[in-house]
């Protein structure tokens, strides 16, 4: 079964600092990757996501993600986080072939003013 | 703007009894998932329906039933309701297709006592 990790559980950073959180899967064929984020008090929603074609994938609100197949990783990257950018990030990938999405445990982002 | 719809916000219910969370979309979806996401492990498949009648199992099923008669409505159903199930229940809703993302309702906290 595929399986998602991520390895950063809670991050505090420093407004302006930049931003990287891990995530790794296991499957090794193709799939799709995406990141998801909650804001404090909202529903879960769509930051980026990677199909096919360029590896670096641009989203909202300044951030972007890797995918790099040789590792197996979508790293979430922001070169300089703000405040409002606390949440919790969730990687997920959809299972090749089927219509099931398998999330990673999430990072709670802590922007400090 | 995709709508997805889940019919309580907090839900208390006690041990033993039958426990219905509806969710509904507005967007034509073929997808519908239930989650459940608790802290430290992420967000976690219960089951997902592809069509109307269709359902499969996901990660988590044991404890839990799906009910899908309409495209737009997803139940998920707690036969004997257990303290161990308390948790926040997510829907979410996607076209068909490995590149369709998720779209969520803003989820059900349900305690069991």
């Known amino acids: 079964a595929q399986s998602v990790s991520q390895h950063n559980h809670h991050v505090i950073l420093s407004e302006a600092a930049s931003l990287e959180l891990g995530c790794n899967y296991s499957y090794g064929g193709t799939v799709n990757l995406f990141w998801y984020v909650q804001y404090p008090g909202q529903h879960l929603q769509l930051l980026l996501k990677y199909f096919s074609g360029d590896p670096l994938v641009k989203g909202i609100k300044g951030f972007e993600a890797e995918f790099i197949k040789s590792k197996f990783s979508f790293n979430l990257r922001k070169p300089s986080v703000q405040w409002s950018d606390t949440a919790e990030y969730f990687c997920a990938v959809n299972e090749p072939g089927y219509q099931k999405v398998t999330f990673g445990t999430g990072t709670k982002l802590q922007v400090i003013p | 703007d995709v709508k997805v719809t889940q019919s309580s916000r907090y839900l208390v219910k006690r041990t033993g009894e039958k426990v219905f969370l509806e969710c509904v979309q507005d967007?034509?979806?073929?997808?519908m998932f239930w989650y459940r996401q608790d802290p430290g492990l992420g967000l976690r498949l219960i089951y997902f329906s592809y069509d109307v009648k269709m359902k499969e199992k996901g990660d988590i099923p044991e404890g839990y039933s799906v009910s899908r008669e309409k495209k737009e409505r997803f139940s998920l159903i707690l036969e004997s309701a257990s303290t161990n199930q308390t948790s926040m229940y997510l829907c979410?809703?996607?076209?068909?297709?490995?590149?369709?993302?998720?779209?969520f309702g803003n989820g059900t906290r349900l305690t069991v006592t």
């Open positions: 967007m034509d979806h073929e997808n």
């Open positions: 979410a809703s996607s076209y068909r297709g490995m590149n369709s993302p998720l779209h």
